[in-house]
């Protein structure tokens, strides 16, 4: 009998380094796409079907700044089936995948409620007219520090993967991102393209 293979989301990180200093191995776990805000204890790498034109971005920076660029690409499993529609917040806790392109009003509605509170704390109430709280590709992208507390909370916590928008450190404009917890064991392949002698360890 043949086993099927379990699915899989593309991740695409992108690492800089001064010239001469690319490394002869790499840990899955010691690499993460640089955001806007870092986030403590995630992966996180390009995905989606812009995917080529966000790692554009990276290489105009790459080459403004004379870095060498290096792309890890990774194939991030779930368990889960993911949600064919607009994800309703009743249905998230049968779901391990959560991508925030694909969430209903409501959740994003939810999901901002938490969001406002936390920036609120962060950065006191006037950043509340600084947000827009309807759209994730603000609120959420311009602080994706924040994504770790959502997943601590009790109708999140069994989320693995969050696909969503981020702000880059490289870039100001959204690109699709999508981060997963540092020693997620659903690594089902990763590799460096264009330089086949990095060992890449999961």
């Known amino acids: ?118 920036v609120i704390e962060d950065e006191g109430t006037r950043a509340k007219t600084r947000y827009e709280w309807s759209r994730p590709s603000d609120f959420v992208a311009r602080r994706p520090d924040l994504l770790p507390r959502l997943l601590e909370l009790d109708e999140f916590e069994h989320i693995h993967v969050v696909t969503y928008p981020a702000i880059a450190a490289y870039h100001d404009k959204p690109l699709t991102a999508t981060s997963f917890r540092v020693g997620y064991p659903l690594i089902e392949r990763a590799s460096a393209r264009f330089h086949p002698d990095i060992e890449v360890i999961v």
């Open 1 to 118: 009998m043949i086993k099927a293979k379990r699915p899989g989301i593309d991740v695409s990180v992108v690492l800089f380094y001064k010239p001469g200093n690319i490394p002869a191995r790499l840990k899955v776990s010691e690499i993460t796409l640089p955001l806007s805000r870092a986030m403590e204890g995630f992966i996180t790498g390009l995905s989606g079907h812009q995917r080529m034109e966000s790692m554009m971005y990276a290489r105009q920076y790459a080459d403004a700044h004379r870095l060498e660029m290096i792309v890890i690409d990774l194939l991030v499993g779930f368990e889960l089936p993911l949600y064919p529609k607009m994800l309703p917040p009743e249905l998230v806790k049968e779901h391990d995948v959560l991508n925030l392109f694909r969430a209903s009003k409501e959740l994003i509605g939810q999901i901002a409620e938490y969001w406002q509170q936390w």
